[in-house]
C-alpha cells in the first residue's frame, strides 16, 4: 500500500493538522509516513498545502510529481492540483466557494459540503475533520481506533476534551461524502 | 519498543539534543529552524538533564558560547539557516583552530544575501570547503530523514569528541519542516562536572587543579614554525578523519550502468527517480554521501568499473558536483543537474533531465 | 651592583603571587596591564579560588594574558569574551569566570555581547582596561580615544564630526538591570591600586552570591602609542583622562 496524497486550502482552513493527524494515524498503523508543508508566506492568510505520503515500505521521494489523491478545499488549489491527479486517481473537494468545478473524466471525484455542515451544525472548528471522515469513507487505508489515536497524539493534551466532537465530525464526513458525476 | 513520534525534523534536533546528553544549546532564531530551540524552551531541559538553553543576542554571540562552553569540555550544540551560519563562520575557524568539539546545524535556505525561506544546498562549498578564513575542515554529516536528522545529533557529538573537531549537520528547510516518524532512542546521560574533568581536564578549561599547570585553549600563535607545526597536526588529524570515517549509502547499485550522486533531501527524490528508471529498464543507480566531509571519493572510485556515466544531483549551481568529478578524475562523463532559489526539482524532473543529458 | 645582591630574602617587600606565572610579561615598561594582571593573581590567591577561575583573554595586548596567570584560560575572538564568559558561566555557575578586555575589543567590536553579557545579569566578572587607543595594532583610535586626541588614524586629532564621540561604555552598562557593580578606577598610583584590588575583590565576591554582572573599568596608560615616557603618561592621564572619564563607583548594590 502505497499513498501520495495532497491536501490544499487557505491557510487556517486546518490542512496542515489534517494531514499531521492522517500521518500520525499512518504511524499509529505501523506505516512508514511523511508529512511535507508548503511553507513560508503562503501559512499567513494565503494558500496551503501539505503533502502527505503513507506506504508500507520506506518512503522515498516526498516531492511529488503526481499524487493518488488530491483534497481541494479552495478555487486556486483547485486550479494547481486537480491536473497532477494520477489517471484513475481522486479527487475530493469542498464545493463552497468553488465556480470551476472539475472537468476531469479520468478520476474519481467527490464533494463534501464540510463548510455548510459544519456551520449548520455548529461545528465549524471541526470543519477539517469532516473532511478528513469524507476521505477516510473512500480511502478506508486506517482503521478507526489507529485514526483516534493519531488524533490524540496530534493534538495538545489541552484539547483532548475536543476528542469526542472530533470524532463526531469525521463520522459526519463519512456520511456525507456525495459522488460528483 | 521505543516510543514512535512524528515530528519535524528541527524538532528532532532539539529532541535527540536533551536526550543525548546536550549541556548547553545557544541559537539565534531565523526560519526555516526557529523549531529547534522553541521546541528546547518548551521541553524546559534545564528542569530535568541540567542542559543549558539560551536564546544569544546574535548568531556571533551563539557561536562564541559554543567556543567558551567546548573549552569547558562540554557537549554544546547551535543551530541556524544559511546566514546566521555565514556569520558563524570566524567562531567555527576559531573553533578548528583551537581544536574544539562541538555540534552546528545548518538548515539550509536558498541565497545568496537574505534570500528565501525555501530550501535549497547551496551551502555545500561553505561548509564542506571551510566558510570561515585558514587552512581547516569540519565533519559534515547530511541526513536525508527525520530519523537522521535526530541520529546525526548523537553521532555528531560522538565524532566532535574523538577527533576534537567542530561537526555540522547539513540538513535543509526541507528536512527541518517535514514530519516523519522518530524512533526515541535511549537516553544518554549528561556528564558530570567530575566526570568531565576526569575525561578532558587534560585539556579543557575546568578549574586548574593544583597538580597541573592552568589549560590554555587558543587558536593563536604567532611563530610561523610553530603555526606550520598546527596546521601540519590538523592536516593528519583530517587524512586520519578521511581513512576512517567515510559514511555513504547506495541504492539499487549493483548492477548499475549510470549512477546519481545526491545528498540529503536530493537524495530522497533520487531514490524516486531510481524507482521510476528501473520500472522503464533503465539500470540506474543511487550514491548517498552521508558524509560530505569526508567525502566518500574511494566508493565512488571503486565503482567507476562499472558506470557509463555519473549525475550529480544538488539543490545549487553544482558545487558538489566538483568533488564527484575529483574523484572520477575524467574517466566516465560526469553531469550535473540542479535548482536554486528554493525550488526543488520532482523525481520526474531529474530523470529527465538524466536521460537528456546522457542521451538515452 | 649584581642582581643577586638585590635578590635577597631582607630585601623582600612583599612577594610576588603564586598564582602569577615566571612567564616574563611581553607589555612595555610602563603599561598599566602588568599591575592588574598582579592584582588579579593576588585576588585568586587571597580568595583561594586558582582551581576555580576561569578566565577569559581578549584580542588586543592583553591576548597574552594566559601566560601570566596560573589558571584555566581560553582566549576569546575579538570582541567575544562576554560570550564565552556567559557559556563558561552558566555551564560551570559554580566556578568564577571573568572576562579581561580593552577599549577596543569590549567597546568597539564587541559592544553587543557585553551589553546583552551585562544585559542578562551573568554572574561574571568584567575587567575593562580603558586606555583609549589600540595597543597591540600600533595606537589607531578606540572608540574611548578623546576628542583632539591624535592617534595613528587621527592624525590631526579625533574629531567629533569626522569620528563621533568617545564612549562612555561603563555609564551604559550602569543602565543596565544585569549589572550589580559598575565602577570605574586606575592604578597609576599606589592608592589607586589599593582601590582596584579592593574592587576586584569585591567583583569576584559578587560573583559568588550571584548577583549579576560586576564591571571594572579601569583606566590605563598606554605610554607607548601615546608616545610618552611612563611618568608623563601618568601625568597626561590624570590631566585629561580623568575628568572625561571620572574615578569611583557608578553602581553597587
Known amino acids: 500500500m502505497k499513498e501520495e496524497l495532497i491536501i490544499a486550502g487557505f491557510g487556517g482552513q486546518g490542512v496542515l493538522s489534517m494531514g499531521k493527524i492522517l500521518a500520525y494515524s499512518g504511524i499509529m498503523q505501523n506505516k512508514e509516513v511523511t508529512w511535507m508543508p508548503s511553507y513560508g508566506p503562503e501559512m499567513r492568510g494565503g494558500t496551503a498545502n501539505v503533502t502527505v ?19 481541494v478545499l479552495n478555487q486556486q488549489s483547485m486550479d494547481k492540483f486537480e491536473p497532477i491527479i494520477r489517471k484513475g486517481g481522486l479527487l475530493l473537494y469542498d464545493p463552497n466557494g468553488i465556480s470551476r468545478h472539475p472537468t476531469r473524466k479520468d478520476i474519481k471525484i467527490y464533494s463534501i459540503a464540510a463548510t455548510d455542515l459544519a456551520n449548520r451544525m455548529e461545528m465549524s472548528r471541526t470543519f477539517n475533520m469532516m473532511v478528513l ?49 | 519498543m521505543a516510543e514512535k513520534l512524528l515530528k519535524k525534523g528541527n524538532e528532532a534536533i532539539a529532541l535527540a539534543a536533551i536526550r543525548y546528553g546536550a549541556d548547553g544549546y545557544f541559537g539565534y532564531p531565523i526560519t526555516p529552524q526557529s523549531e529547534v530551540m522553541e521546541t528546547l524552551m518548551e521541553e524546559m531541559p534545564w528542569e530535568t538533564t541540567g542542559m543549558v538553553v539560551l536564546q544569544a543576542e546574535s548568531e556571533t554571540s551563539s557561536i562564541n558560547m559554543l567556543y567558551g562552553g567546548a573549552c569547558c569540555g562540554k557537549k554544546v550544540m547551535t543551530s541556524s539557516s544559511s546566514p546566521g551560519i555565514s556569520l558563524m563562520c570566524e567562531g567555527i575557524s576559531y573553533m578548528a583552530g583551537a581544536e574544539l568539539p562541538c555540534l552546528l546545524v545548518n538548515v539550509i535556505r536558498g541565497g545568496p544575501g537574505l534570500g528565501t525561506i525555501q530550501p535549497a544546498q547551496g551551502d555545500y ?11 581547516y575542515r569540519i565533519i559534515v554529516l547530511a541526513p536525508a530523514s527525520v530519523q537522521e536528522m535526530y541520529d546525526f545529533v548523537g553521532l555528531g557529538f560522538e565524532l566532535a569528541f574523538k577527533y576534537r573537531i567542530p561537526t555540522m549537520i547539513l540538513s535543509d528547510g526541507a528536512i527541518g519542516q517535514m514530519m516523519e516518524k522518530v524512533e526515541l532512542r535511549d537516553s544518554v546521560r549528561r556528564l558530570t562536572d567530575q566526570e568531565i574533568a576526569e575525561k578532558y581536564g587534560h585539556w579543557a578549561t575546568v578549574g586548574k587543579p593544583a597538580n597541573r599547570k592552568g589549560n590554555i585553549i587558543s587558536s593563536l600563535s604567532l611563530a610561523a614554525s610553530e ?65 560530505l566531509f569526508p567525502y566518500p571519493t574511494p566508493v565512488i572510485q571503486e565503482m567507476l568499473p562499472q558506470l557509463k556515466g555519473i549525475m550529480s544531483v544538488e539543490l545549487n549551481s553544482g558545487q558538489m558536483v566538483e568533488d564527484v568529478r575529483l574523484a572520477v578524475n575524467g574517466a566516465v562523463p560526469v553531469e550535473f543537474y540542479g535548482r536554486m532559489g528554493g525550488s526543488i526539482f520532482s523525481p520526474e524532473e531529474v530523470l529527465k533531465a538524466f536521460a537528456e543529458k546522457f542521451n538515452l | 651592583m649584581d642582581i643577586n645582591e638585590i635578590i635577597k630574602p631582607e630585601n623582600l617587600v612583599y612577594p610576588k603571587s603564586k598564582v602569577l606565572t615566571d612567564t616574563v610579561m611581553h607589555y612595555c615598561p610602563g603599561c598599566s596591564h602588568g599591575v592588574v594582571h598582579k592584582l588579579l593573581a593576588e585576588v585568586i590567591e587571597e580568595m583561594d579560588i586558582q582551581d576555580r577561575t576561569i578566565g577569559i583573554s581578549p584580542v588586543g595586548c592583553a591576548v597574552f594574558a594566559y601566560n601570566y596567570l596560573d589558571i584555566d584560560w581560553q582566549q576569546a575572538a575579538h570582541g567575544r569574551a562576554p560570550a564565552l564568559a556567559t557559556a563558561t558561566k552558566r555551564l560551570y555557575p559554580d566556578k568564577y569566570v571573568f572576562a579581561y578586555q580593552g577599549d577596543g575589543d569590549l567597546a568597539s567590536i564587541g559592544t553587543a555581547e557585553i551589553i546583552h553579557a551585562c544585559n542578562r545579569g551573568e554572574n561574571i566578572v568584567v575587567i575593562f582596561i580603558n586606555n583609549a587607543i589600540y595597543g597591540m595594532t600600533g595606537g589607531q583610535m578606540a572608540p574611548t580615544t578623546l576628542i583632539g586626541m591624535k592617534t595613528s588614524t587621527t ?27 559598575v565602577t570605574r578606577q586606575a592604578v597609576e598610583n599606589p592608592a589607586n591600586v589599593r582601590k582596584t584590588k579592593k574592587a576586584i575583590r569585591k ?7 550571584k548577583k549579576g554582572t560586576s ?39
Request: hydrophobic share 35%; proline share 5%.
Open chain 1, 53 to 71: 505520503i503513507i506506504s508500507d515500505k520506506r518512503i522515498s521521494s516526498p516531492i511529488l510529481q503526481w499524487c493518488d489523491t488530491a483534497i
Open chain 1, 133 to 181: 471522515g469524507a476521505y477516510l469513507k473512500l480511502k478506508p487505508i486506517l482503521d478507526k481506533e489507529n485514526v483516534l489515536q493519531g488524533l490524540k497524539k496530534s493534538l495538545p493534551e489541552r484539547h483532548h476534551h475536543l476528542i469526542p466532537l472530533n470524532e463526531k465530525a469525521i463520522e459526519v464526513g463519512k456520511e456525507h461524502v456525495k459522488e460528483v458525476v
Open chain 2, 125 to 135: 562549498f561553505q561548509a564542506v570547503k571551510g566558510g570561515g578564513h585558514g587552512d
Open chain 2, 227 to 291: 603555526m606550520e607545526a598546527i596546521n601540519l597536526r590538523l592536516q593528519e588529524k583530517y587524512r586520519t578523519i578521511e581513512k576512517n570515517e567515510i559514511r555513504y549509502e547506495k541504492t539499487m547499485c549493483e548492477d548499475a550502468e549510470y549512477l546519481l550522486v545526491a545528498f540529503g533531501s536530493s537524495s530522497r527524490i533520487c531514490e524516486g527517480t531510481v524507482e521510476i528508471a528501473r520500472e522503464k529498464g533503465i539500470r540506474l543507480g543511487l550514491l548517498r554521501p552521508i558524509t
Open chain 3, 155 to 181: 592624525p590631526y586629532g579625533r574629531k567629533a564630526e569626522l569620528n563621533g564621540y568617545p564612549l562612555k561604555i561603563t555609564e551604559l552598562v550602569a543602565q543596565l538591570e544585569g549589572t550589580c557593580y
Open chain 3, 203 to 209: 567583583a569576584f565576591e559578587n560573583s559568588a552570591q
Open chain 3, 215 to 253: 564591571f571594572i573599568e579601569i583606566v590605563a596608560a598606554c605610554n607607548s602609542n601615546w608616545k610618552m615616557p611612563p611618568v608623563e603618561a601618568n601625568k597626561w592621564m590624570e590631566d585629561n583622562m580623568f575628568p572625561f572619564y571620572p574615578l569611583g563607583d557608578i553602581k553597587d548594590r
